[in-house]
């Protein structure tokens, strides 16, 4: 009898301790330490996580929490008080303008081929003919008999948008392009594919995959800043309304010098 | 020309030994490859240190206590409901149109892809109950994807127990209650176990609705409302993103092994019942 | 005082059995209130027969995912099938009992696998080895197929396994004592009479394999145009939720639960068929 009385009794508790578990979860904020919470575009993470690191590193009683999920996400999180920050790799569109946007750094789209691809340079109206289905033989451009493996960025990407913008100019993107999810996973494609042609963020790229000229000018930081380069697009950090206190400082921290230099020093063109 | 029987026999057995023998092969290959390439990257800094750089450098530990919270905390969950449906479905009731419908809940759950459960934990508990991505909402995914298997192993268990145990606690006096819990589940508690680790596998392996409802911030979870990352998720992203081909490997070695050792466990009890009771 | 507690712990468990069936509830309620709308604001038949994915600009297109689903799916039969009812027919009828207790976990091991570990692999192994040498980039639906098809060994195996072993030892003895060899009882006998079940067993391979998601969304490319060929990169519908789930708003996002209810009534189509139909023919 007495047995099972405590066996209820524990039945009960993991049933307690599930409501219990339930409520807690709308009203766990109150902490000693202030946590800053970033979502938004896949291309900005990695830079914001590093900014986070060092940002972390001085101030220990931070918490700086960074999570993927698109441009379109951050705006989303953003606007219901989902995170402190949204990040987007775009400009907003006309209905998300009640957000406060910072521009943090700007960043180059770099159109992308495997190292051993002999090509160093495409026009423009080359690569919107790649994505528009158009070329699709190497042939075409200049080298060997052999289709071209374009991958391209999934709807909603601010990668993509921002390619559509500058490169495709109203043309659509073709049915049968690739599609990869992030920006990492386009470079892996092309780093391991000798026929690939993509485009990611300038800032990852490195040595395994090569980045190409448009219209003969290469993709470098120099010709960013003097303007040649002109596939560019910002790097935002959205705010609804004034930032709080704690994302101030963090805004504040990443607009610093030390801030753009750690950018800099990742590829991206700081704003100073 | 008609070929001997004596020959086509000869040639299905050599045919279907290799088949079997062929899908071994896979196993053995696939557990080789990553035992192969992930064994030099793994020590005790690897597990005991956080990961740097988005896990460039340094070690796994955050997404080792992600996966493990995760894990125990679905089975904290699930194993009363699942136990509990299942001592229903065996010793309380009759079989009806009413368990019919039941077990074809159960069995509809359990077909249910893994990305279904992701969407509906994302829409559910991440969006509509406002939880966030955070382990609550994923530990609460994770119990229901997992209750049809704690639920067929355990009724499975309980099938099991001879009917005489039954008869005899039930002459001594004891109420079906009593009876339950101190005779019946005592002696199924090896087969509900096996799909306790059965469940904890399949956590610790899932990707899809994990990403989706409990995130994949690379912090160490501390408390139920934080977002986390699982090992598997873990090795997605450092595997998909190219950011390091040995820490993936490594992921993957420490990620498999735990599977494995869980599996193994699992078949282990699962057999001691089997020949405690045939 | 007894009486009343019994009552009340019947109660109690009466409500967990509940919990499965509310939980599906739950999950079916979420997934249709977010897609349905879509279907009837967009069209049933421009979303199911609709080719154009576009859903930043209106169009929903996902005929040619649901195709694709469908020609991987095969694609995997095709590689697993065979070889898992071998496998089936090895242990049942041709491996000793020592032999059973060693492959039977080893593939209950290949099923603990983690599908992400599957395409890992598929994208470092056999993508690289389709392109050099077959051809195209390698993301395609041979390479796809081939991933899935060992990925639902497993469930091929042990389903196909338990039908072969139900067929009652007298069928064989019958074959074998008139004079037919151990390949002709198990060609003309054994599988006959388990064909519903190994019917079965393939039938939820084909929804374990339409149901994957990580594996497939590394491997095969995810391009929006149905497949022409085994080397053309496709895009499943698991594939099309998990890779822009992540971004999507307002109407995309709807769109991409559009695509969740249409997978849910495939698979759950798959599963009836296989768990009810089936086993009822099997009865009777």
Sequence with gaps: MNGTKIRLLILLLIFGLFCLSCGRGGAGAGKDQHTVTIAGSTSVMPFTEKLAEYFMLENPDYIVEVQGGGSTAGVQ?????????????????????????????????????????????????????????????????????????????????????????????KLEIDDGIMVQDSNGSVKEVIATDPYAIGYISLGLLDGRVKGLAVN??????????????????????????????????????????????ILQKEGLIDIL | MRIKPGITDKMARIGFNSMAFFTVGILVVIISIICIKGVSHVNLEFIFTSPEDM??????????????????????????????????????TKES????????????????????????????????????WSLLS?????????????????????????????????SLGATRWETVTKIVLTAATPGILT???????????????????????????????????????????????????????????????????????????MNKVVSKYS | MAFNKEKFIKYILTVFALSSLFFLFLIFAFILIEGLPLFLKVGFKNIIFGF??????????????????????????????????????????????????????????????????????????????????????????????????????????????????????????GSLAMGATKWQTIYKVVIPSARSGIMAGFILGMGRAIGETMAVIMIAGNALKIPTSLLDPLRTLTGNIALELAYATGDHRLGLFSTGVVLLVIIMALNYIANFGIKKKRLK
Excluded at chain 2, 101 to 127: K, M, N, T
């Design chain 2, 195 to 269: 799909g306790i680790m059965l469940s904890v596998g399949r956590v610790v392996g899932e990707t899809a609705a994990v990403i989706f409802t409990m995130g994949s911030s690379l912090r160490l979870p501390t408390s139920l409302m934080d977002s986390g990352r699982t090992m598997a998720v873990h090795f997605y992203i450092l595997a998909r993103e190219g950011i390091s081909m040995e820490k993936a490997y490594a992921t993957a070695l420490i990620l498999v092994l735990s599977i494995t050792i869980i599996n193994i466990l699992a078949y282990y009890i």
């Design chain 3, 52 to 173: 154009k994915w576009a859903p930043t600009k209106g169009s929903f297109g996902i005929f040619p995912m649901i195709v694709s689903s469908f020609l991987v799916t095969f694609g995997a039969l095709i590689v697993g099938g065979p070889l898992g009812l071998s496998c089936a027919v090895y242990l049942a009828e041709y491996s000793g009992k020592r032999m059973k207790m060693l492959l039977k976990p080893a593939l209950e091991l290949l099923a603990g696998i983690p599908s992400v570990v599957y395409g890992f692999l598929g994208v470092i192994y056999i993508v690289p080895l389709v392109r050099n040498y077959l051809g195209g980039s390698g993301f395609s639906l041979i390479s796809t197929s081939v991933i899935l098809g060992v990925m639902i060994l497993p469930t091929i195996i042990s389903i196909s396994f338990d039908a072969i072993m139900s067929v009652p030892r007298t069928y064989r003895e």
């Design chain 2, 55 to 92: 896990g460039r450098h340094g070690g796994i530990f955050p997404s080792i206590m992600g996966t493990v919270l995760l894990a125990l905390l679905s089975i904290v969950f699930a194993t009363p409901l699942g136990l509990g449906t299942a001592i229903f479905l065996t010793e309380y």
């Design chain 1, 77 to 169: 999180a953003c606007m219901n008080y989902t995170v402190d920050i949204g990040m987007s790799s775009r400009h907003l569109k006309d209905n998300e303008k009640a957000l406060t946007d910072v521009t943090i750094c700007n960043d180059g789209i770099a159109i992308v081929v495997n190292p051993g691809n002999p090509l160093d340079t495409l026009t423009i109206e080359q690569i919107r003919g790649i994505f528009n289905g158009r070329i699709k033989n190497w042939k075409d451009l200049g080298w060997i008999d052999r289709e071209i493996d374009a991958v391209s960025r999934e709807e909603g990407s601010g990668t993509r948008g921002s390619f559509e913008d500058l490169i495709m100019n």
């Design chain 1, 216 to 261: 003969g000018v290469s993709p470098t930081m120099e010709n960013i800043k003097s303007g040649d380069y002109e596939i560019v697009r910002p790097f935002l950090y959205l705010t609804n309304g004034e930032p709080d206190e704690c994302a101030r400082t963090f805004i504040d921290f990443v607009l610093s010098m030390e801030g753009q230099t």
């Design chain 2, 97 to 132: 149109t009413f368990t019919k419908i039941i077990r074809f809940g159960v069995e509809s759950l359990a077909g249910i892809p893994s990305i279904i459960y992701g969407l509906f934990g994302f829409i559910f508990f991440v969006i509509k109950l406002g939880m966030g």
């Design chain 2, 138 to 170: 994923g530990v609460l995914t994770m119990t229901i994807m997992i209750l049809p298997t704690i639920i067929r192993t355990s009724e499975e268990a309980i099938k099991a127990v001879p009917r005489n145990l039954r008869i005899v606690s039930y």
